[in-house]
């Protein structure tokens, strides 16, 4: 069986999909793009989940978001994935290389990137299949007003970027 999103001479295909809330706190999202290998264009999958109200109550806890994220893993093999809020994307956003994985409550990263090191409580590490590995700060709710968990992000990344995880993403033949 081939690649679940092949690179097409057409180019990307993008698809996205609404959990039909009309409150902007409580709805959720995705959209995709698959099979755009240029500098222009590339693969993500991105999830928009509520902040507020009983759909955010359900799903903002790392057991679902980490399973979320190694679904997805597993499902489209993308080179790597990231859950995080918006105000910690902005603050990472300034010490981040273009095109190179953030960091984020929990991360993926493909088996191609590299051996993923030993990590700093609390943060733990967890294989995904064969396909790469899965990486969650803290169990409890990252939050960007929480020192310590800006902190342990900074840690985790440059450990990442030291073992040589963090490199940006090259377009694909």
């Given at each position: 069986m081939g690649d679940v999103c092949p690179s097409s001479p057409a180019g990307a295909f993008p698809f996205s999909s609404w959990n039909g809330v009309l409150d902007d706190r409580d709805a959720s999202s995705f959209d995709a793009t698959c099979g755009g290998y240029s500098a222009r264009v590339s693969n993500f999958w991105l999830f928009d989940l509520p902040i507020q109200g009983s759909n955010a109550g359900r799903?903002?806890?790392?057991?679902?978001?980490?399973?979320?994220?190694?679904?997805?893993?597993?499902?489209?093999?993308?080179?790597?994935?990231?859950?995080?809020?918006?105000?910690?994307?902005?603050?990472?956003?300034?010490?981040?290389?273009?095109?190179?994985?953030?960091?984020?409550?929990?991360?993926?990263?493909?088996?191609?990137?590299?051996?993923?090191?030993?990590?700093?409580?609390?943060?733990?590490?967890?294989?995904?299949?064969?396909?790469?590995?899965?990486?969650v700060l803290t169990p409890e709710r990252f939050t960007v007003s929480n020192s310590e968990h800006v902190s342990l992000a900074e840690r985790v990344q440059e450990l990442l970027d030291r073992a040589g995880l963090l490199k940006p993403l090259q377009p694909q033949p």
């Open positions: 799903v903002l806890t790392w057991q679902p978001l980490a399973g979320l994220l190694r679904a997805t893993a597993i499902a489209w093999e993308p080179d790597w994935g990231v859950v995080m809020s918006h105000a910690h994307r902005d603050m990472a956003e300034s010490r981040r290389v273009p095109k190179s994985p953030y960091i984020g409550w929990a991360t993926y990263l493909a088996r191609q990137r590299g051996v993923v090191p030993p990590m700093p409580a609390p943060a733990r590490i967890e294989p995904v299949e064969d396909k790469g590995t899965l990486i």
